[in-house]
């Protein structure tokens, strides 16, 4: 009877520990996956900012090409003095090329 409590006794203590050696690892996994939420976290957050300038950067863009719209069509009014219109001109075209950008980095994932 001693010798069967003494048995019982070592597979319980063999059990607890295999247990506590599964608790240790999983507290390790635990911990890694905890990193991994926090690196994903600060990358979406990076992510949302990025967005939203690009976003920004858009609106600025659709009210700079409202604004060149009339620019163009100040340059098609105007008389044929030469200075202020190819003026008109090289400022529609920076906006031309701006909005070229901006399409571009919209289209990058």
């Known amino acids: 009877m001693k010798q069967e409590i003494v048995t019982q006794y070592l597979e319980l203590k063999l059990k607890i520990s295999q247990m506590i050696s599964r608790l240790q690892e999983h507290e390790g996994t635990i911990k890694d996956l905890n990193k991994q939420i926090i690196a994903l976290e600060k990358s979406l957050s990076e ?14 863009l659709e009210k700079n090409f409202k604004k060149s719209d009339k ?18 001109k090289k400022k529609l075209d920076q906006y031309i090329v701006e909005i070229d950008h901006c399409i571009e980095q919209l289209r990058k994932p």
């Open 47 to 60: 992510k949302t900012d990025e967005l939203t300038e690009a976003r920004n950067q858009a609106k600025e």
């Open 71 to 88: 620019i163009g069509k100040i340059v098609v009014n105007t008389d044929n003095t030469a200075v202020p219109t190819a003026e008109l």
